[in-house]
């Protein structure tokens, strides 16, 4: 994405996008805005980034990174086996307690999926990593990898009931059905 190091201003930037685009969404918030709350010009922004598209596509790869090591580090905290894998939901639970905005990547994909957006493939990226950590918090636990996909979609579903729903116990709701999945597959 970028091939020289962050200045200041492109940290301000980046970090004013990030917020205005979680908060608005992508197609909400323009250049000239982000530039204004960051203290800079718009020129300053295209000379850093390229374009809003590039933009987007580093605040999504700055949150995926930030997501990423909160679950690592939560999880790195329980033992490994099916009070692992029901921490994950708990996990998921805290985050969404500050981030009531919802999963930032179901978000910028109804506004860019299906595009050429730099920004999709992050998208992807991180879906495909959350799959992927349930299936290792099944393995590690004993028990079949398949679980973890289904494990994903209770997670995936549990984050739209939430913000699209507004199912106030819908990561409590997905906890409890994990929590039968584990006990029959085990």
């Known amino acids: 994405m970028l091939s020289r190091p962050m200045t200041p201003a492109g940290e301000r930037l980046l970090a004013t996008a990030s917020e205005l685009f979680y908060d608005r969404g992508i197609h909400a918030v323009g250049v000239d805005l982000i530039a204004e709350r960051a203290g800079t010009t718009k020129k300053t922004l295209y000379d850093r ?19 990423q090591a909160f679950v ?26 500050v981030n009531t905005c919802g999963c930032a990547f179901v978000n910028a994909n109804a506004e860019i999926g299906r595009t050429g957006h730099p920004g999709v493939a992050v998208i992807h990226a991180e879906k495909q990593w959350m799959r992927g950590r349930y299936e290792q918090l099944v393995r590690d636990a004993g028990l079949p990898a398949a679980l973890g996909a289904y494990l994903h ?14 199912q106030e116990d819908a990561v409590a709701v997905a906890r409890s059905a994990a929590r039968e999945l584990l006990a029959t597959a085990g």
């Open 49 to 67: 980034f390229g374009s809003k598209d590039n933009l987007v596509a580093l605040y999504l790869r700055t949150r995926f990174e930030r997501w």
């Open 72 to 97: 690592d580090e939560r999880l790195a905290a329980v033992e490994p086996g099916p009070d692992q894998v029901l921490a994950a939901f708990d996990v998921l639970a805290e985050w969404l307690t």
């Open 153 to 166: 979609l209770l997670h995936e579903g549990a984050i739209v009931a939430l913000t699209s729903g507004a």
